[in-house]
Every structure is written in C-alpha cells, then in structure tokens.
C-alpha cells in the first residue's frame, strides 16, 4: 500500500492563479480531510470527507473547494490563489469508525505539499 | 469549544536525558487522546492513542504518555533522547461526540536534541 499520496510537494503561485491539490489514499477509507499547517498553528481542518459524493466544511474553509466523486480521491482546489494561503497542505484519511460511541480511528497523513502564493 | 494546549513551542534536551512534552485538553468529558510526530519535510505519524483502555500507553519508539483525567492531561515522555527524535511533536483530541473523526491539534512542540 502507498497509503496516503498528494502531488505536488511544492508549487509557486502568483496571486489569482488557480490549482489543484491531489490527494489520493489506496486504503479503502471512507473518511478524508485536507489541513492547513502554519507555523506556530497547528494543523486547521479546511474540509474533510465522510463517503464519496459527501463533503463539508472544517475551521476554515474560505477560498476553497473540495469534490469527492470516488472513495479514493479527494482533491482540494484553490480558485484564486491570495497570500494568505501561503501553507503546508497535508490531506489526511482514515477507515471511519464502526461503531461511533465506542471506537476511534487513527488519521494516516499524505506527506504535504508545500505551496506559497506570491 | 473543546482546544488543546501544548505548553512549550521549542523544547531542547542532551542526548540521552529526559523528555517530557506537555499536552493539556479542555473537555468534560474524556475525549480520545493522540500524540504525533512529524519528522522534516514529511507528514504527520502517529505515535501513540489514549483511547479510556489504560492510563498509560506505549508507543512507537520508545515513547509513552500518561492520561491524567484530574489533570486533563496528556504528557508525552521517553527516559533517554536519541538524535533521532528530533521533530515536531503533535498532541491531538478527538472529541467523544462528532461523527467524522474530527481532530483538534495543539500547536505543536519542537524538539531539539543536541550532543
């Protein structure tokens, strides 16, 4: 298993520019998240995923747009780029839990991507 | 609104001496626990999980860290640092209700671990 994949690893936008951020997980799992990580911050949710064809807003989820049209990807796209989205993108997923009282489910992490916004 | 504090951005200790990396949550009600690690350049690994089995868990690498419910905390430590466990280090809650396994993380704690 490749796990939790995401290209790019870096990217250089100018200002208004639009792109893609690839996340693609090979673990069958229902759950998938994309995170901003600032320094000093932590990790912030932007949107996360509980099943293809369903998706919904974390803590900050402005000047972005996810789809989920298969149980395997999960792109988050940036429509016009702004500074302020200067970041490490990490997307993340896990197997969603069975029982939802009772059981927790680790979060595996793709390895980031590295976009600054000029 | 449930957070997670982790006292310390920057922590540096000697090779082979103690590590104790704090983690304190709000919650009334014990959440699920989580310590991270992240290495340079890479994502996010998971090192161990308090999940109300035992109060205190081990993880990868030598890692452990005790759930204190009076204390609402979470610390992290290992008895003898290793070059190698110079990282970010992540504490995260996932509170008992919500049904997407959301996360909360703390800011973080930065480890450095000189000669």
């Known amino acids: 298993n490749a796990g939790v994949t995401q290209t790019p690893k870096f990217r250089i936008l100018k200002i208004g520019q639009s792109m893609t951020l690839q996340c693609t997980q090979d673990m069958n799992h229902n759950y998938m998240y994309w995170y901003r990580q600032d320094p000093g911050m932590g990790l912030k949710l932007i949107y996360y995923?509980?099943?293809?064809?369903?998706?919904d807003k974390g803590e900050v989820p402005n000047g972005y747009n996810v789809s989920r049209s298969t149980t395997e990807d999960f792109p988050l796209r940036l429509e016009l780029a702004a500074p302020s989205q200067t970041s490490v993108y990490f997307c993340?997923?896990?197997?969603?839990?069975?029982?939802?009282?009772?059981?927790?489910?680790?979060?595996?992490f793709g390895p980031g991507t590295r976009l600054t916004v000029l | 609104a449930q957070s997670v504090t982790q006292l310390g951005s920057h922590v540096s200790v000697s090779e082979g001496a103690l590590v104790l990396l704090r983690c304190n949550y709000s919650?009334?009600?014990?959440?699920?626990l989580f310590w991270y690690v992240q290495y340079p350049n890479q994502g996010l690994q998971l090192l161990l999980k308090y999940t109300s089995a035992a109060t205190l868990v081990k993880g990868i690498n030598g890692f452990e860290a005790e759930f204190k419910k009076s204390e609402t905390s979470f610390h992290l430590t290992k008895p003898s640092a290793h070059m190698s466990d110079a990282a970010e280090y992540f504490c995260a809650v996932r509170p008992f209700s919500g049904g997407y396994n959301k996360l909360i993380f703390g800011a973080g704690t930065r480890l450095a671990v000189h000669p």
């Open positions: 995923s509980v099943g293809a064809g369903i998706t």
């Open positions: 919650s009334s009600v014990p959440p699920y």
């Open positions: 993340a997923s896990s197997p969603g839990p069975s029982n939802p009282t009772s059981s927790y489910n680790e979060q595996f």
